[in-house]
Structures are given as C-alpha cells and as structure tokens.
C-alpha cells in the first residue's frame, strides 16, 4: 500500500525538472513535469508529460496524458527542430532562445478537484475550470468551465456537472484549501452525502 505524506511521492523512473510539488502529491512512473506546479494532493500516474503548466489541488491526472504539446513554428518556411534548435544541427549556431520564450509564456491553468482521462491533450495556453473533467483522449484546444465535462478531438463540452447554483456554492466553500485535519474529519462526508447535503452541512 503507498502512503503519502508531506513529501511528494515521485517515481524513480520519473523525471522532475524545475517545478514545484505540493504535499500528499504523486508523480508516476516515467512521468515527467518541467516548469510546472503541482498543487496539493494532485497527482500524475504512469507516463504523463506536463510542461509549462499551474495546476491546482486534487487534479487526477490518469495515464498517458500529455499537459502542453509543444508548438512548432507553423509560420515559417520549416517546421523543424533545425530552425529553434539550432545548436544540435550546426557547428557556432545559437538555439532561438526568443522561440522557447514564446513557447514558456503560453502556460496552462488547470484548477482544483480536476479529471484529466486516459490519453487526453491539453494544449498551450488552455484554462480549465475547477471541477472540470476531460475526458478520455479529449484534445484540448480550448478553455474548458468550472464543473464542465469536455469530451472529443476537438474536446467540447457536453454537459456540466452541477447546476450554476451548485457550482457557485462548492466554489464558495473552497474546501480544497481545508487543512488535512478537516478533510480527515469529512471523509465520511465526502463519501456518503449528496453534494446539496454536503453543502448544507458544511456551510457552502
């Protein structure tokens, strides 16, 4: 049984290059996340890429998911790695720091308590709302609502989860900035109430 804690639990097969992880977080096997933020209590399971990304607390990120699928430069003569990645390819060439400054600045937000399926994409500069789910091999081209369910090539939306009143209130309550001690207090909370009853007990 895996027991996480404060420390982030990360895969020895996992690579982990400049980003931050949050506690009870999770990086599966052969996973890797670059510039980006883990909030607390995420996790990533085997083999999912994330670059570039802010992502919130209690995201479940399934297998094979790719956050940030890098751009090419679609407005020059040459889509290659030759013309950004200069320096692998010609003796005294400088790569174009200016193309991967471009590339940083395009960073995705996805927000707490999220789904990300099986195999999905999630390309530069998307926003995705607490609560949302994406579904299994969505790509994700656009920003998805809080408590949206996107599914499909191009991902769109079919339906939400909750009412906007719901939505309003579970984003009010913020229970994923609650201490570890009051989310252990709920638990039973979490899984046997309705969320109306949820909210009605927890004053959301």
């Not at 890797?32 to 909030?39: D, K, P, R």
């Not at 996790?43 to 802010?54: G, S």
């Not at 013309?83 to 720091?97: L, M, P, T």
């Not at 991902?155 to 939400?160: D, G, K, P, S």
Request: hydrophobic residues 40%.
């Amino acid at each position: 049984m895996t027991r996480l804690s404060e420390t982030p639990l990360v895969h020895e097969t996992a690579k982990v290059v400049n980003s931050t992880l949050g506690r009870y977080t999770e990086v599966g096997a052969g996973s890797s996340l670059a510039h980006s933020t883990l909030g607390d209590y995420s996790y990533c399971v085997e083999n999912t890429q994330i670059a570039y990304a802010e992502i919130g607390k209690f995201a479940n990120i399934a297998a094979h998911v790719r956050i940030y699928a890098s751009m090419h430069p679609m407005e020059r003569a040459s889509l290659h790695h030759f013309s950004y990645r200069s320096a692998w390819y010609f003796e005294g060439e400088s790569d174009d720091q200016a193309f991967f400054d471009w590339r940083a600045e395009q960073r995705i937000h996805i927000g707490h308590d999220t789904w990300i399926g099986h195999g999905a994409v999630v390309m530069p500069g998307v926003k995705i709302g607490n609560g949302a789910i994406i579904g299994s091999n969505a790509v994700v081209t656009k920003d998805v609502a809080d408590f949206a369910i996107a599914v499909g090539v191009p991902a769109r939306t079919i339906r939400q989860r909750f009412s906007d009143d719901i939505a309003g209130r579970l984003d009010a309550l913020a229970w994923w900035d609650w201490d570890h001690a009051r989310l252990h207090a709920a638990l039973e909370d979490f899984r046997s109430l309705t969320v109306e009853e949820f909210l009605e007990r927890h004053g959301g």
